[in-house]
Nanobody
Framework: QVQLVESGGGLVQPGGSLRLSCVASGGIFSTYAMGWYRQAPGKQRESVAIITTDGGTIYADSVQGRFTISRDNAKKTVYLQMNSLKPEDTAVYYC???????WGQGTQVTVSS
């Protein structure tokens, strides 16, 4: 019922920045808690950041202080600002409506020197 489309991934040097976007269609976006997840080759999918309906945030320890999740309800969009990127951040990043099985197709982030 909810469709999510991620964008903004790409190749970046260590220490660089990237901003991911996730645009939602269908449903009532403002009522959804949202999350960003990532999956690196050979690893399990892991939670990166969560944002609640009132803008509260939770971050994985590995990205705390470097990544910022935000939302724009008027645009039905969730963002992930990624700064000070490290090679270990390389993964496919996915958007998710929390507590559901609604996922986007993912966007590739590669951090390499």
């Amino acid at each position: 019922q909810v469709q999510l489309v991620e964008s903004g991934g790409g190749l970046v040097q260590p220490g660089g920045s990237l901003r991911l976007s996730c645009v939602a269609s269908g449903g009532i976006f403002s009522t959804y808690a949202m999350g960003w997840y990532r999956q690196a080759p050979g690893k399990q999918r892991e939670s990166v950041a969560i944002i609640t309906t009132d803008g509260g945030t939770i971050y994985a320890d590995s990205v705390q202080g470097r990544f910022t999740i935000s939302r724009d309800n008027a645009k039905k969009t969730v963002y992930l600002q990624m700064n000070s990127l490290k090679p270990e951040d390389t993964a496919v990043y996915y958007c998710n409506v929390k507590f559901t099985n609604f996922w986007g197709q993912g966007t590739q982030v590669t951090v390499s020197s």
